[in-house]
Nanobody
């Protein structure tokens, strides 16, 4: 059974940084596509960053490109999201997700392509 548990959310002032972590069990994060999504109140869930097996680059949405960095720690089996220069519009619940086939070689962009989700962690950026 695959389980994903996010941590690291909280309240931060605009311009600050937070680091989210997603701990996986039942799946090796280095072998599958992984993504970070967010959902703000009244808005659809959106992909902010993604990576896949053996990817040396990552996908970022335009809204976070240059500010967020997704990375894997294979030893810990975690996927992290480093968020810098945070803005009030980054306020949302952030979700970690995994999907696709083992050793798949493409980014998963749509939420319905992901099979497993974490419970989410709240990020609030004050102005």
């Amino acid at each position: 059974q695959v389980q994903l548990v996010e941590s690291g959310g909280g309240l931060v002032q605009a311009g600050g940084s937070l680091r989210l972590s997603c701990a996986a069990s039942g799946r090796t994060v280095s072998s599958y596509a992984m993504g970070w999504f967010r959902q703000a109140p009244g808005k659809e869930r959106e992909l902010v960053a993604a990576m896949y097996w053996m990817s040396t680059n990552a996908y970022y949405s335009d809204s976070v490109k240059g500010r967020f960095i997704i990375s894997r720690d294979n030893a810990k089996n975690t996927v992290d999201l480093q968020m810098n220069s945070l803005k009030p519009e980054d306020t949302a619940v952030y979700y970690c997700a995994t999907g696709g086939s083992r050793f798949g070689r493409r980014y998963l962009i749509e939420a319905n392509e992901y099979d497993y989700w974490g419970q989410g962690t709240q990020v609030t950026v004050s102005s």
